[in-house]
DNA sequence: GCCCTGACGGGAT
DNA sequence: TATCCCGCCAGGG
């Protein structure tokens, strides 16, 4: 499906699919990449994603606690936090509030490749 | 070419 | 129910 043969490529693509006001787990992405098990470099990609050329809303990919576990790639720990709930997502103490019900399914999960 | 690390996840203890 | 450990995939030293 993906003409995409990097696994980066691949993570930013449904990474900048996520609404605003919604968030996801690197297991999602990963799962909806192909790699359910690479959710780690799903994470990674993310760090990579601050040098990748556009936009990616990295803030919006949280672990499957909903902890903002990614905070310290950011230029500021609170930048995360303060993105999120800029969007509409209650964040507490690193932690989203309501997950479940911000919780987006990336699209491709459903088929699961 | 080998070893370690890394924004995770899930199963086992 | 909480904590520990192993597994996944790729990149860097």
């Given at each position: 499906?993906?003409?995409?043969?990097?696994?980066?490529?691949?993570?930013?693509?449904?990474?900048?699919?996520?609404?605003?006001?919604?968030?996801?787990t690197?297991?999602?992405?990963?799962?909806?990449i192909?790699s359910?098990?690479?959710?780690?470099?799903?994470?990674?990609?993310?760090?990579?994603?601050?040098?990748h050329?556009?936009?990616?809303?990295?803030?919006?990919?949280?672990?499957?606690n909903?902890?903002?576990?990614?905070?310290?790639?950011?230029?500021?720990?609170?930048?995360?936090q303060?993105l999120?709930?800029s969007?509409?997502?209650?964040v507490?103490?690193?932690?989203?509030?309501?997950?479940?019900?911000?919780?987006?399914?990336?699209?491709?999960?459903?088929?699961?490749?």
């Amino acid at each position: 499906m993906s003409e995409n043969g990097d696994f980066f490529s691949r993570v930013y693509e449904v990474v900048k699919q996520i609404p605003a006001g919604r968030v996801t787990t690197y297991g999602a992405v990963a799962a909806a990449i192909g790699s359910p098990g690479a959710s780690r470099m799903v994470g990674w990609a993310m760090n990579k994603a601050f040098s990748h050329t556009g936009y990616v809303p990295a803030h919006r990919v949280v672990n499957r606690n909903g902890l903002l576990t990614g905070k310290h790639a950011f230029p500021n720990a609170h930048t995360m936090q303060e993105l999120l709930e800029s969007e509409g997502v209650r964040v507490k103490n690193d932690k989203v509030m309501d997950f479940q019900k911000v919780f987006w399914a990336p699209d491709g999960i459903d088929c699961f490749k």
